[in-house]
C-alpha cells in the first residue's frame, strides 16, 4: 500500500510539472497573438485579451520608469553626498595652504613698504618696523661679541659667552615673534586693505588669490549641489512618499509582481482559449506550439490513467484488509456465540433447579399443621 502511495505521489508531481509547461506553451502562444499581423481583429474575445495585455504593459513600463528614476534620485544624491564630502576637503586644503600664505604675503608687503613707505600703511607696519630693527641690534651684540679680539681674562671669556647665549635666545624669540607678526599683517592686509593686496606683485600673493578663486568656484558648486539636493528630495517626497530608497523600491517592485503575475494568466488564458477553440490563424509557430500542447496533454492522460490503475490497487488492499477484518470479526464474534450458548445451558438448568425447588416449597406451605399432630397422635 505504501508504495502505490508513493507512486501516485511521484505520478501527480510529473503531472504538475507536465501542467507547468503546458502553461508556458499558452503562454507562448498569447504573447506571439500580440505580435503585429497575426491576429486580424476579427475576434471580440481575442481583442478583449489583447486590450488588457497591453494595459497591463503599459502599467508595468510606467513602474520600470518609476524604479528607474527612484534608482537614479537616490544614486545621485549619494552622488552629491560624497562630492560635498570632497569639497569640504578640497576647501579645507586651501584655506590652510593659505593661512600658511599669509606669511611670506606679510613679509613681502613690509618689504615693499620699506621701499615706497606710504601713511596708509605705516601703522601697521611699524611693529614689524621696531621688532626687525631690535633683532637687528641683536645680530650686531651678537657679531661683536664673537668678534671681539681683544684679549680677555678667562672670566670674562665665560661672561660673554653666557651673553652670547642669552641675545641668541632673545634673538630667536624675537624671530619667532616677527614671523607671526608677519602672518598677522599678510592677513590684516587681505581683510582691510585689499586693494594694496591685489596690487603686490607677488607669488605668494598670485598663488593666495588663485586659491581664493578656486575656493570661490567649489562654494558656487556647493550651492548648486544643494540646491539639486533640495529638488531630488522634494521629488521622492511627492513621488514616492518616502526617503528611504528600499522601501520604496521594494513597494514598487512587489506591485510590478503582482502585475506581471496578472499579465501572464492572462497569456495562459489566452493561449488556452485558442487551443480549446483551435484557433492557430495559420501561423507555423502557434501551431508547432499547440502540436507540443497535445503531446502534453497526452502525457497528463496516460498519467492520470496510470494514477486510477494505482487508486484501484490501493482500494484492492484496502478491501482485502477489510475482508479480513470482517472474517476476524465474526470469528471473534461466533466465539462469544459459543461462549454465551454455554452459559444460557447453565442458566437454563438453574433456572429448572429454582423451579423445582419452588414447587417444593410450595407444598409445603400449602399443607395444614393440625393434619400433621393428627397424624402424629
Given at each position: 500500500?505504501?508504495?502505490?502511495?508513493?507512486?501516485?505521489?511521484?505520478?501527480?508531481?510529473?503531472?504538475?510539472?507536465?501542467?507547468?509547461?503546458?502553461?508556458?506553451?499558452?503562454?507562448?502562444?498569447?504573447?506571439?497573438?500580440?505580435?503585429?499581423?497575426?491576429?486580424?481583429?476579427?475576434?471580440?474575445?481575442?481583442?478583449?485579451?489583447?486590450?488588457?495585455?497591453?494595459?497591463?504593459?503599459?502599467?508595468?513600463?510606467?513602474?520600470?520608469?518609476?524604479?528607474?528614476?527612484?534608482?537614479?534620485?537616490?544614486?545621485?544624491?549619494?552622488?552629491?553626498?560624497?562630492?560635498?564630502?570632497?569639497?569640504?576637503?578640497?576647501?579645507?586644503?586651501?584655506?590652510?595652504?593659505?593661512?600658511?600664505?599669509?606669511?611670506?604675503?606679510?613679509?613681502?608687503?613690509?618689504?615693499?613698504?620699506?621701499?615706497?613707505?606710504?601713511?596708509?600703511?605705516?601703522?601697521?607696519?611699524?611693529?614689524?618696523?621696531?621688532?626687525?630693527?631690535?633683532?637687528?641690534?641683536?645680530?650686531?651684540?651678537?657679531?661683536n661679541l664673537e668678534n671681539n679680539e681683544v684679549k680677555k681674562s678667562i672670566v670674562n671669556k665665560?661672561?660673554?659667552?653666557?651673553?652670547?647665549?642669552?641675545?641668541?635666545?632673545?634673538?630667536?624669540?624675537?624671530?619667532?615673534?616677527?614671523?607671526?607678526?608677519?602672518?598677522?599683517?599678510?592677513?590684516?592686509?587681505?581683510?582691510?586693505?585689499?586693494?594694496?593686496?591685489?596690487?603686490?606683485?607677488?607669488?605668494?600673493?598670485?598663488?593666495?588669490?588663485?586659491?581664493?578663486?578656486?575656493?570661490?568656484?567649489?562654494?558656487?558648486?556647493?550651492?548648486?549641489?544643494?540646491?539639486?539636493?533640495?529638488?531630488?528630495?522634494?521629488?521622492?517626497?511627492?513621488?514616492?512618499?518616502?526617503?528611504?530608497?528600499?522601501?520604496?523600491?521594494?513597494?514598487?517592485?512587489?506591485?510590478?509582481?503582482?502585475?506581471?503575475?496578472?499579465?501572464?494568466?492572462?497569456?495562459?488564458?489566452?493561449?488556452?482559449?485558442?487551443?480549446?477553440?483551435?484557433?492557430?490563424?495559420?501561423?507555423?509557430?502557434?501551431?508547432?506550439?499547440?502540436?507540443?500542447?497535445?503531446?502534453?496533454?497526452?502525457?497528463?492522460?496516460?498519467?492520470?490513467?496510470?494514477?486510477?490503475?494505482?487508486?484501484?490497487?490501493?482500494?484492492?488492499?484496502?478491501?482485502?484488509?477489510?475482508?479480513?477484518?470482517?472474517?476476524?470479526?465474526?470469528?471473534?464474534?461466533?466465539?462469544?456465540?459459543?461462549?454465551?450458548?454455554?452459559?444460557?445451558?447453565?442458566?437454563?438448568k438453574e433456572i429448572k433447579r429454582a423451579k423445582a425447588q419452588i414447587r417444593k416449597l410450595k407444598?409445603?406451605?400449602?399443607?395444614?399443621?393440625?393434619?400433621?399432630?393428627?397424624?402424629?397422635?
Amino acid at each position: 500500500m505504501d508504495n502505490s502511495q508513493t507512486r501516485i505521489d511521484e505520478l501527480k508531481n510529473e503531472i504538475d510539472d507536465n501542467n507547468i509547461d503546458l502553461k508556458q506553451i499558452f503562454q507562448s502562444a498569447g504573447e506571439k497573438m500580440i505580435t503585429p499581423g497575426v491576429f486580424s481583429g476579427e475576434n471580440e474575445r481575442i481583442s478583449g485579451f489583447l486590450t488588457k495585455l497591453t494595459s497591463l504593459d503599459t502599467r508595468i513600463s510606467e513602474i520600470d520608469a518609476q524604479i528607474d528614476d527612484l534608482r537614479h534620485s537616490f544614486n545621485r544624491i549619494a552622488e552629491i553626498t560624497d562630492r560635498e564630502k570632497d569639497i569640504g576637503e578640497q576647501y579645507s586644503l586651501l584655506e590652510k595652504e593659505n593661512r600658511k600664505l599669509f606669511l611670506p604675503i606679510g613679509k613681502a608687503a613690509f618689504i615693499e613698504w620699506k621701499e615706497r613707505p606710504s601713511e596708509d600703511q605705516r601703522k601697521l607696519m611699524s611693529g614689524l618696523e621696531e621688532l626687525e630693527s631690535i633683532i637687528d641690534g641683536f645680530e650686531n651684540e651678537i657679531f661683536n661679541l664673537e668678534n671681539n679680539e681683544v684679549k680677555k681674562s678667562i672670566v670674562n671669556k665665560i661672561k660673554e659667552k653666557g651673553r652670547v647665549a642669552i641675545v641668541k635666545s632673545k634673538k630667536k624669540s624675537r624671530e619667532l615673534s616677527l614671523n607671526n607678526l608677519y602672518k598677522k599683517t599678510g592677513e590684516k592686509l587681505y581683510k582691510k586693505d585689499l586693494s594694496f593686496f591685489e596690487k603686490m606683485n607677488n607669488d605668494s600673493v598670485s598663488s593666495f588669490i588663485a586659491n581664493k578663486k578656486e575656493q570661490e568656484k567649489l562654494d558656487s558648486e556647493v550651492q548648486e549641489l544643494k540646491q539639486e539636493n533640495s529638488r531630488l528630495e522634494k521629488h521622492l517626497k511627492n513621488a514616492f512618499s518616502s526617503s528611504k530608497m528600499q522601501k520604496a523600491e521594494e513597494k514598487l517592485l512587489s506591485e510590478r509582481d503582482f502585475i506581471l503575475s496578472e499579465k501572464m494568466a492572462k497569456l495562459n488564458d489566452l493561449g488556452s482559449y485558442l487551443y480549446d477553440e483551435k484557433l492557430d490563424f495559420d501561423d507555423e509557430e502557434i501551431k508547432s506550439l499547440f502540436s507540443s500542447a497535445d503531446d502534453v496533454n497526452g502525457r497528463i492522460s496516460l498519467l492520470n490513467n496510470e494514477i486510477e490503475k494505482c487508486k484501484a490497487e490501493l482500494e484492492i488492499v484496502q478491501l482485502d484488509e477489510e475482508v479480513a477484518d470482517m472474517k476476524e470479526n465474526i470469528k471473534e464474534l461466533q466465539l462469544t456465540i459459543e461462549k454465551c450458548t454455554g452459559d444460557i445451558g447453565e442458566f437454563n438448568k438453574e433456572i429448572k433447579r429454582a423451579k423445582a425447588q419452588i414447587r417444593k416449597l410450595k407444598k409445603l406451605t400449602e399443607t395444614d399443621p393440625r393434619e400433621s399432630e393428627d397424624q402424629g397422635a
